[in-house]
């Protein structure tokens, strides 16, 4: 089956812990991105790439890291930099930029 | 800058009672209009691009449609498998072909 995985699905850490959270793809898309959703907030883009080795900001990067190494892997670490973490976030991918994009299951992290 | 509004926030609807979402948008030249369906705590799972003013598309109980200033989602006699929340995202010609600005969704509950 083809689609994009995010692991885990619940994660807590302890103020200060940076943590990553996992996203791999097997649909052979270029572009992989990273969303935060919050309620009653629109989903925010935090970090995109639309090819191996480059990376872009979204709108809410600050405290976040990212790395594309792999084509299927696009893992974003979240560092004790991000005022608020707690927060749903959802990986997604494209076949590139201009095509609709897929989301994974999500992960739910708890920072306490 | 693109802006996403959805209407109304939740709808309640009963089993089989038609009714219609609307996504009024703002953007610097629509590179596409996006639908998707989110389920409690999982992802959101792709339904429609349009991309032209007058485009409609179907699945199902759903049709999308799409003018100037708006697009909207409408729900032919729905059953209580359709609750979910709709998000309405849109993709302008500004920042790039990778973003997409969402709105904050409609919660839709069909009661048997």
């Known amino acids: 089956d083809g689609g994009i995985t995010q692991s885990p699905k619940y994660l807590f850490r302890k103020e200060g812990q940076n943590v990553t959270l996992s996203c791999e793809q097997n649909l052979n898309h270029d572009a992989m991105y990273w969303y935060r959703q919050d309620p009653g907030q629109g989903l925010r883009l935090i970090y995109y790439?639309?090819?191996?080795?480059?990376?872009q900001k979204g709108d809410i990067a600050e405290g976040y890291s990212v790395s594309r190494e792999k084509k299927e892997s696009f893992p974003l670490t979240v560092t004790s930099a991000q005022k608020n973490p707690t927060a749903f976030y959802l990986c997604?991918?494209?076949?590139?930029?201009?095509?609709?994009?897929?989301f994974g299951p999500g992960t739910r992290l708890t920072v306490t | 800058e693109d802006q996403v509004t959805q209407s109304p926030e939740a709808l309640r609807l009963q089993e089989g009672e038609s009714s219609s979402l609307n996504c009024s948008y703002t953007v610097s030249g629509l590179r596409g209009l996006f639908w998707y369906r989110q389920d409690p705590g999982k992802g959101p799972e792709f339904l429609f691009t349009l991309y032209s003013a007058g485009e409609e598309k179907e699945k199902e109980r759903l049709k999308a449609t799409l003018t100037k200033k708006e697009s909207f989602l409408h729900i032919t006699a729905p059953k209580p498998e359709d609750s979910a929340t709709y998000l309405c995202?849109?993709?302008?010609?500004?920042?790039?072909?990778?973003?997409?600005?969402f709105g904050k969704g409609t919660k839709l509950t069909v009661n048997p």
């Open positions: 790439s639309q090819i191996v080795n480059d990376f």
């Open positions: 997604a991918s494209s076949r590139d930029g201009d095509y609709e994009q897929y």
């Open positions: 995202a849109v993709r302008g010609t500004q920042g790039g072909s990778e973003k997409l600005v």
